[in-house]
Nanobody, 127 residues
Framework: QVQLVESGGGLVQAGGSLRLSCAASGRAFGSYTMAWFCQAPGKEREFVAVSRGLDETTYYADSKKGRFTISRDNAKNTVYLQMNSLQPEDTAVYYC????????????????????WGPGTQVTVSA
């Protein structure tokens, strides 16, 4: 069983930055595929970024590419999401997710592929 807890959300002005953290319990963290998703009010949860287990390859949603960076510290069982140049449309609850497998690129954006989820952290970007 893996438990995930996000932190680092908050209110920021457009153009600002935030760094989200997700602390994971459990073993073999380095082999897990770790991802961030976000969900805005009235919208479906959508993929933001992923760090695949073992090879740590990263992928990003097109809307976040160049502004967001996912990274992980396997020694600390923690994954991060550095968010720069934030815009009001980035406002959402951000969720950390974990899959105990090396997901293929065709599967990394699918919420159903992730077994574990954190409770989420709110990010609000004001204009």
């Amino acid at each position: 069983q893996v438990q995930l807890v996000e932190s680092g959300g908050g209110l920021v002005q457009a153009g600002g930055s935030l760094r989200l953290s997700c602390a994971a319990s459990g073993r073999a963290f380095g082999s897990y595929t770790m991802a961030w998703f976000c969900q805005a009010p009235g919208k479906e949860r959508e993929f933001v970024a992923v760090s695949r287990g073992l090879d740590e390859t990263t992928y990003y949603a097109d809307s976040k590419k160049g502004r967001f960076t996912i990274s992980r510290d396997n020694a600390k069982n923690t994954v991060y999401l550095q968010m720069n140049s934030l815009q009001p449309e980035d406002t959402a609850v951000y969720y950390c997710a974990a899959a105990p497998a090396l997901l293929s690129t065709s599967r990394i954006t699918n919420t159903r592929e992730y077994r574990y989820w954190g409770p989420g952290t709110q990010v609000t970007v004001s204009a």
